[in-house]
């Protein structure tokens, strides 16, 4: 038995009542989800191919310079250093977010259209949206709802918000006002509660007290109080010493024991006959050790998000090629073989982009094994 048997549909994006029970198995068999931070086409099928080759359950999610990378980086986004009247016209503009929001639902329809040939059951989400980036999830939503009346389902199978900067009462009262906007579309919501340390995409946390890192357990409980009866489809990225990036070994302390406590005090409150009654999240996956993240699903989390290690893994395949092949890539003619040798093969995109895909892929294998989602279909 897999984790299609629990599903109504076994391949491509789902979504509402799916993704709840693959969480459900996910805690039953004492697995985790790796959530991949994909960018374009080429990320996508990087972790697509992972995901099959290892018959594993996979989550595909953009950020919102993700969003914006995938259908153009906007110009807005280069470097400051340059005078803005020497700026050539790269990409679209992102003002108003409206760069995020069209790359998001062009990468929605790209994702939709080629997961079923991978065979898999694919979660397709967004990451942080911290307050400053509620238009994103606002127009996102708008994009939800308008497939939602054309076919029955949202586009996205799940967002997620991140008020976790701002204080709890607001985090959590935003966050039900959103999920009552979401609920009818049984669409997940992913929240977080406590601070994730260190910078990812643009959202710097890296000088915050370290106090901030580490969730209470009376948050958890007063999130599950004021959500669950909206919808069950919600998960919680509890702080329990996260930071995003790699770092030295000891840098980082991580204490998993927390998500424990956080799982018992909620099943005291609610009475309830599970031992893990929450979803939780782990957010800054990449750089952490497999005892971490093993202990971590333990208590009862189903997803873990890594794209640092996946920066580095696809960076990686191309590193080596352009210094394996660096006498076939001077010039277009010429190369060791001979002055007049041609050297297009060396040199399409298509070559050396694939290096990086397959290095990228070998990292999320890597992961499935790490979180013991390998063979769960």
């Known amino acids: 038995m897999g984790c299609q ?18 969480f459900q198995y996910a805690q039953e068999k004492t697995f985790a989800i790796p959530a991949i931070n994909v960018t374009s086409s ?22 919102q310079g993700g969003a914006a990378y995938f259908c153009g980086k906007a110009s807005a986004l280069l470097p400051r250093a340059l005078d803005e009247k020497y700026q050539p016209p790269y990409g679209i503009s992102n003002s108003d977010q409206k760069g995020s929001i069209q790359g998001s639902v062009a990468a929605a329809h790209y994702i939709r259209t080629i997961a079923p040939s991978y065979e898999i059951p694919v979660v397709l989400h967004t990451d942080h949206c911290a307050k400053k980036l509620l238009p994103w999830l606002d ?21 997620m918000i991140d008020l976790s900067a701002e204080p709890v009462d607001y985090n959590i009262q935003t966050t039900a006002k959103y999920l009552k906007r979401m609920a009818p579309m049984k669409q997940w919501l ?9 910078e990812e995409d643009g959202v710097n946390n ?31 990225a509890a702080g329990f010493g996260n930071v995003h990036g790699v770092y030295k070994p000891g840098n980082v302390k991580l204490h998993p ?17 599970e031992e893990k009654p929450v979803f939780l999240v782990f957010h800054g996956g990449s750089g952490s050790g497999k005892q971490d993240y093993q202990k971590s699903i333990s208590y009862g989390v189903v997803k873990v998000n890594l794209d640092t290690d996946m920066q580095w893994g696809y960076t990686t395949g191309i590193r080596d090629y352009m210094q394996g092949k660096a006498d076939y890539l001077k010039s277009q003619i010429g190369n060791p073989e001979g002055a007049e040798k041609p050297n297009k093969t060396y040199y399409d995109p298509r070559v050396w982009v694939r290096e990086g895909e397959k290095t990228m892929s070998a990292r999320v294998k890597e992961g499935l094994d790490d979180f013991n989602t390998a063979g769960q279909v």
Do not use: C, W
């Open 5 to 22: 048997d629990v599903l109504k549909r076994k391949t491509g994006v789902i979504y509402g009542e799916d993704v709840l029970k693959l």
């Open 139 to 159: 127009g996102m939503l708008d994009a939800d709802e308008a497939h939602f009346k054309q076919t029955g389902e949202p586009l996205y199978s799940s967002h």
């Open 257 to 273: 024991e927390l998500l424990d406590k956080h799982q018992k005090y909620v099943q005291e409150k609610i009475k309830a006959k």
């Open 190 to 198: 992913e929240m977080e509660i406590g601070i994730t340390g260190g």
């Open 42 to 63: 080429s990320t996508t099928v990087a972790a697509l191919e992972a995901a099959r080759d290892k018959k594993s359950p996979i989550i595909l999610q953009l950020s």
């Open 206 to 236: 890296e000088s915050v007290d370290n106090n901030s890192l580490y969730t209470q357990p009376e948050d958890i409980y007063e999130i599950y109080k004021t959500l669950q009866p909206i919808s069950p489809y919600f998960s919680i």
